[in-house]
């Protein structure tokens, strides 16, 4: 209402969004403005205006991303804006580098945003084979009504080595016998697959490669001596053995087990000797014997019980033998007058560590 004789006005009105609504979509809208003056006689007077309310981008006053986290660590992006639209309505879509996007609608009047994201490996795909990798991340801010802020931020996502908890050796076997090794390890990267090394020792070594997210392995080895070569001529022999882990980005650690192999002496099966001959005549002497020792090279002596000995070496692998001696006599010494005598021959066969069987 105007004082007496006031013939001019002037009003202010203040439009808290470019749209009738929130969400309307629109960069930019036109209000129609009435005006009508009244006098207190009934008399009328009116007009029409219209005015125009822009839209305002939202603006980024901060922006953060976790510089630098651990394979299967977490990023957090947060960031504060600003917008005099009071009554707009905010997106805040992150794309996290890795092919994933998230999404999130702040609530009415927020100017604030925090989101989480978790890496799990330090590359772009299980294999990169790099010990570290940088991630572009980029956060995208709209409004309800077309308007947009971005910025572009950075993380570096690093691996980390595998690392042993327990690692087993059968620790004594026979010769030819079985070793079984087996180990369990940690590895935070989710998505890293590891190569097993074994050194078994012996001049061989072993690797496998483990299933996604396997972190256990059991593999089995057979020492075929107890020495590292035949023919060491020890009873036992000790063997270290190396084993490794590594995942698919560089990171690697590494073991030391030891295992003896106890060597088994020979066992005769059978053995024979010809019962009887005449003086002049041959005694053949065989036999059959068995060892475990695949790689053990066997001697068999005989003592024939007159005074003489014979020792024979065998080929690698053969397990039986067979020897030919002549009695000139059927006494120990000529003269001795008897019509027969019996001589005790004595047999003995050995591997080449120590082992005898007679």
Do not use: C
Not at 68 to 77: A, H, L, P
Not at 174 to 194: I, K, M
Not at 344 to 353: C, K, L, N, P, Y
């Amino acid at each position: 209402t105007l004082p007496l004789g006031e013939r001019s006005f002037s009003l202010d009105h203040q439009y808290l969004d470019d749209g009738n609504s929130p969400g309307n979509g629109t960069s930019q809208d036109e209000y129609a403005i009435e005006v009508t003056v009244a006098d207190d006689d009934t008399g009328v007077a009116d007009d029409a205006l219209s005015t125009i309310v822009q839209n305002v981008a939202p603006e980024f006053t901060s922006v953060f991303a976790t510089p630098v986290i651990n394979e299967d660590g977490t990023v957090t992006v947060s960031g504060e804006f600003t917008d005099p639209g009071t009554l707009d309505v905010h997106q805040v879509t992150v794309t996290w580098g890795d092919g994933t996007s998230e999404t999130i609608t702040l609530p009415l009047g927020e100017r604030s945003f925090s989101l989480d994201h978790q890496y799990l490996d330090d590359g772009k795909s299980p294999g990169n084979g790099t010990p570290e990798d940088p991630y572009t991340i980029d956060v995208v801010l709209t409004d309800d009504d077309t308007g947009v802020a971005e910025r572009t931020l950075g993380t570096v996502v690093q691996n980390v080595a595998p690392e042993f908890t327990s690692v087993f050796a059968t620790p004594v076997i026979n010769e030819d016998g079985t070793v079984t090794l087996s180990g369990e390890f940690t590895d935070p990267g989710t998505l890293d697959v590891h190569e097993v090394t074994v050194d078994w020792g012996d001049g061989t070594s072993e690797t496998i490669t483990l299933p996604q997210g396997e972190r256990s392995f059991s593999l089995e080895h057979q020492y075929l001596d107890d020495g590292l070569s035949p023919g060491n001529g020890t009873p036992q022999d000790e063997y270290e053995i190396t084993v490794s882990v590594a995942d698919d980005d560089t990171g690697v650690d590494d073991d030391a087990l030891s295992t003896i192999v106890q060597n088994v002496a020979p066992d005769f099966t059978s053995v024979f000797a010809t019962p009887v001959i005449n003086e002049d005549g041959t005694v053949t002497v065989s036999g059959e014997f068995t060892d475990p020792g695949t790689l053990d090279v066997h001697q068999v002596t005989v003592d024939w019980g007159d005074g003489t000995s014979e020792t024979i070496t065998l080929p690698l692998g053969e397990r039986s033998f067979s020897l030919d001696h002549q009695y000139l006599d059927d006494g120990n010494s000529p003269g001795n007058g008897t019509s027969q005598d019996e001589y005790a021959i004595e047999v003995t066969v050995a591997d080449d560590d120590t082992g005898v069987a007679d």
